[in-house]
């Protein structure tokens, strides 16, 4: 009970309070590069949840067996510092296979995607996770369940500015905001609100 | 020693791990592989890429799968025209038919000397504003062009212009891609076979007292050139005359009995 009590807590806090994009300032750049459209925001961060998701779960089974495996540390070989170089090959391997997915199954969303899909990899959301769950000594389950909240605190984030900037277009903005600068200031602006989750 | 052991153990660490990736992504980059035609991309190299959108496809990409699929004609792009046809016939393997080669032309010969204004209008130069002005534009005639450049701005390829109050296309520069057509709020324009001699430069569904009230030289619907044609290309329809290309042997009696000298 008191483990499900725990997961419900992570999955809050990170998917809402601490939201990965609006609190923690990680992931930024799809999330302005690829919030235009509604759809195309949604597509990403159905694509971000499947490698933040899978990630997580691989990058804490390959820290917890052979990276910071028992066995090599009392043979007194430590490969934890590893850690960033081996969680970046699995991220790139499995954005890999996402593309190559997409581009079989879901041509659209493929081409609407365009660079940022690649660019999942330098997601800095993606190493954010398997990192932090690192440092949180998160176990496995936990891991998942704080990669899964994340990302899914991306796809709020992404869709909700998404939504904000289709509705921005139909606005008549002074010049000198038009553009990223009254994305950035949107930006902030939820980042404000998102903050009011933390009193909670 | 020990520094040894522990790069030994780094390396066969990432070793195996990038190996093991490496096969993963190899065995599913078989299992997803998309099968690109390479005729598309060869068809795609030979459209002319305005992305006109003439051929009825979302541009010359999508006319390009829509030919590898059998579902276009190799001569569907009205830009390219022969040559083009001929080229993208090569990739198919099919010999391309001889499309007949069209060119858009404005139905009105209503020049700034031959009608008159209704009243005088100043305000935005665009035909489809031209809706919400009484009568439908300054122009006595509620169907000639209006001479604002809708057209004009539409076209591509600067084939279309306004010579004296009316759009006039150069034949030579056309392409017939249909985008004035498109634009035209009067439905003026219309694709008439590149060589064909004779068309009523008229659109006018007006009767012939109100034709002749707003136009000097619009059509009457009188009928003249439909008992003298001697092919039977040519019929009066809604108070206009119209000559069917197909049948139109280039006579030239319609042009010569006309009293309004309409039929170029």
Redesign the interface.
Known sequence: METLSTLIGIAITYAIVNNVVLSQFLGICPFLGVSKKTETAAGMGGAVIFVITIASFITGV?YKY??ANEA?LNM????TY?KT??FI??IA?LV??VE??L???I?ALYKSLGVYLPLITTNCAVLGVALNAITYEYNLLETVVYGLATAVGFFIAIVLMAGIREKIEYNDIPKPFQGTAIVLVTAALMSIAFMGFSGM | M?IL??AG??AA??GI??LL??L??GF??NA???EVDEREEAICGVLPGNNCGGCGYAGCSGLAAAIVKGEAPVNQCPVGGAPVAAQIGEIMGVKPEAGVKKVAFVKCAGTCDKTKNDYEYTGIEDCAAMAFVPNGGPKSCNYGCMGYGSCVKACPFDAIHIVNGVAVVDKEACKACGKCIAVCPKNLIELVPYDAKHIVQCNSKDKGVSVTKACETGCIACGICVKNCPSDAVHVENNIAYIDQEKCTGCGICAEKCPKKIIL
């Open positions: 390959i052979i990276l090599l007194g070989i430590d490969l590893l170089i081996v090959l699995v391997a890999q296979f190559m997915f581009k079989k199954s041509p | 020990e052991i522990a153990a780094a660490v990432c791990l990038a990736l490496g993963f992504l599913s980059g997803f592989k998309v």
